[in-house]
């Protein structure tokens, strides 16, 4: 991809994070901000702050590529991608994530769409993820496990083609220890909040995207943000289907335990959006400081 790192950094040294101008807002994710500048239309943007180092940044960026690579390995399709980082003249190391920009983002496009089309879709995600699993299972000696992602708003249709994008938070496990640093992560939180979601949700949060049924679960509860809920008993039988036909030993997902898990999934996401707001108003409005990340605006749940 072509993109100058001094364009970036020009960009940086402009950016008020708490109050982004001249960018165009490509979608919010749970922790981040995608964007398109002016200067690059066509490629979607994400931006990482908060590096404690070069070499920090530098072994983030290697886990990123290795990540895209294992996920084509399994056989996904993930579009053309790249990295820089730049240090600005205060000293700031920022990642910038980029990607070639996508159209048909799966949760557009299941907005307005029937039954029938809804389910081809999740029939082909479901596919898709099986992928995931499969290479898992062929490379179980090695200690080599990838993680994912599933939800709807991860991928894009594209014709005959689907794609996976939500790649920036690189998921490899070898003999079952994250490759991820989750520095970065807890970083993004107000400091009182890092030591709490440490302790009590991290792994957790974690561990689900490393098991097939859990990704599927959260996935199908997601649903519920999306407003489409009238589409979570199909899927359900959908997926129960999928498992049953190819041999997985899952207990079926439950419409039950899908509410459940969502009541708990929308508290800890929107309890981790609120404390970030606070602490963007305490830094910017008391201490009259800088705040590092463009968070999402109100996110209906
Ligand atoms: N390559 C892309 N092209 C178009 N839109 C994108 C692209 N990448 C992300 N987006 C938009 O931004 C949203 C959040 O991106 P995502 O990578 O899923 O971030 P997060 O990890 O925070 O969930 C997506 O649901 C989508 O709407
Ligand atoms: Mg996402």
Known sequence: MKVDAEILKDFEERLN????????????????????????????????????????????????????????????????????????????IVLFLMQEKLEGIGNKILQNATL??????????????KKVWDFNDA????GLQIGLDGQISNWAICGEDIYYFDTSTPMIRKNGVDKLD??????????????????????????????FRSVVLDMIANLFKEGRSDLIPPTINLANEFFEQHGYAFEPIQRKEVEKYYREDAFIWSLYLNLRKI???????????????????????
Do not use: W
């Open 17 to 92: 994070p708490a109050k982004p101008e001249n960018i165009k807002i490509l979608g919010y994710g749970e922790i981040s901000t995608v964007f398109e500048i002016p200067e690059y239309p066509g490629i979607a943007f994400k931006r990482i702050p908060m590096f404690r180092s070069v070499k920090q940044v530098k072994k983030y960026i290697d886990t990123y590529f290795e990540y895209v690579e294992l996920l084509r390995m399994a056989g996904l399709k993930i579009p053309e991608s790249d990295a820089i980082y730049v240090t600005t003249s205060d000293g700031r």
């Open 116 to 129: 029938k089309d809804a389910l081809d879709v999740f029939e082909s995600v479901l596919k898709e993820m």
């Open 139 to 142: 490379r179980r000696e090695e």
């Open 182 to 211: 989750t520095d970065i992560f807890l970083r993004a939180c107000p400091p009182g909040a890092r030591i709490l979601l440490k302790k009590f949700f991290l792994q957790e949060i974690l561990d689900r995207y490393y098991d």
């Open 279 to 301: 602490h963007r108003f305490v830094v910017t409005k008391i201490l009259f400081g800088r705040y590092e990340f463009i968070l999402p605006g109100k996110i209906r749940r």
